[in-house]
T-cell receptor, first 117, second 112 residues
Framework: GAVVSQHPSWVICKSGTSVKIECRSL??????MFWYRQFPKQSLMLMAT?????????EQGVEKDKFLINHASLTLSTLTVTSAHPEDSSFYIC?????????????FGPGTRLTVT | GIQVEQSPPDLILQEGANSTLRCNFS?????LQWFHQNPWGQLINLFY???GTKQNGRLSATTVATERYSLLYISSSQTTDSGVYFC??????????????FGTGTRLTIIP
């Protein structure tokens, strides 16, 4: 149990275009999902928290108009990188909160590698 | 915000060796998780361990919350253990959400 999928697993796009990444919890419902960004050989940095049915909350320094997040159902959150530029190239990872026993644990998707040319 | 430091940053071991990875954090936390990121980028949950000791096969973890550190032990290393190990601590964000802050990671390479 606790499987999270992401689509696509990799994408190459031209500068100025927009890219949508989907994150799905396959076997559980997730009222809260998270989006992270990871640069090569670095740690994961939280970008935003996605709450089902309400607006996402963004971490300091993350442009909400550039990284649009929608959490329309209990199993799906999407991240749209608008007007992508080469500096947006990165590994984007989502996770979903799941109640396991008495605790909330995060389960991670396989990631999406974005390359902007 | 909370700081999470891991040591060592890199570790190269022969297959069959044992290792200890350390995670230090700067403030009280609600919980702590250990993850293994495989070479393809997938993060795999290893332990949810806000305090105490847990074991799962060749892996075990201990968190001493009062002293703000956690240790991950890997015994009889195998090449499939290679990858990056992250600890992540949970705290409440300014928005009232529980958020994970990831450590700096330890890159483990097991040589056959």
């Amino acid at each position: 149990g606790a499987v999270v999928s992401q689509h696509p697993s990799w994408v190459i796009c031209k500068s100025g275009t927009s890219v949508k990444i989907e994150c799905r919890s396959l076997d559980f419902q997730a009222t809260t999902m998270f989006w992270y960004r990871q640069f090569p050989k670095q740690s994961l940095m939280l970008m935003a928290t996605s709450n089902e049915g309400s607006k996402a909350t963004y971490e300091q320094g993350v442009e909400k108009d550039k990284f649009l997040i929608n959490h329309a159902s209990l199993t799906l959150s999407t991240l749209t990188v608008t007007s992508a530029h080469p500096e947006d190239s990165s590994f984007y990872i989502c996770s979903a909160h799941r109640l396991t026993g008495d605790n909330y644990e995060q389960y991670f998707g396989p990631g999406t590698r974005l390359t902007v040319t | 915000g909370i700081q999470v430091e891991q040591s060592p940053p890199d570790l190269i071991l022969q297959e069959g060796a044992n290792s200890t990875l350390r995670c230090n954090f700067s403030d009280s936390v609600n919980n702590l998780q250990w993850f293994h990121q495989n070479p393809w980028g997938q993060l795999i949950n290893l332990f949810y361990i806000p305090s105490g000791t847990k074991q799962n096969g060749r892996l075990s973890a201990t968190t001493v919350a009062t002293e703000r550190y956690s240790l991950l032990y890997i015994s009889s290393s195998q090449t499939t253990d290679s990858g990056v190990y992250f600890c992540a601590v949970s705290s409440i964000s300014n928005f009232g959400n529980e958020k994970l802050t990831f450590g700096t990671g330890t890159r483990l390479t097991i040589i056959p």
